[in-house]
């Protein structure tokens, strides 16, 4: 993200035209210019969350990253319409990585739409 924008937000209307290739360009322009090892770690969790998104839901995507910089923090959320109502979450191995990499995670439903969302502390 560019200095005073400290919210980014994406929305995919159709997951036919817009690859994970895509979220991931778009992703390395709001961060163009952050350390290497950040880079890294939030197109980790930003590609996982959005595949999750893509295997388990369905159109629109919303991915939102939420940069607090006074706390040194980012929040990535991902938002879906849900095929199916949810149930109870299994953390398979997408999201496991995602709680290996964030400080917390979690899902947040409401109605038919569901929100993963992962906070990355930045470390100097």
């Known amino acids: ?60 995507f919303v991915i939102e990253l939420v940069l607090d910089r006074w706390r040194e923090r980012l929040v990535v959320s991902v938002r879906d319409r849900a095929l199916r109502p949810s149930g109870s979450w299994q953390t398979a191995a997408g999201l496991a990585f995602v709680a290996a990499l964030s400080e917390r995670w979690g899902v947040v439903s409401q109605g038919r739409n569901t929100t993963v969302w992962a906070e990355i502390a930045f470390r100097d």
Do not use: C, K, Y
Request: charged letters at 20%.
């Open 1 to 60: 993200m560019t200095a005073g924008n400290n919210t980014a937000v994406l929305v995919v209307q159709d997951e036919d035209t817009t690859s994970p290739a895509d979220v991931a360009a778009w992703l390395r322009d709001r961060i163009d210019g952050w350390p290497a090892p950040d880079v890294l770690l939030v197109g980790v969790v930003v590609g996982e969350l959005f595949d999750n998104a893509r295997q388990h839901a369905s159109p629109p």
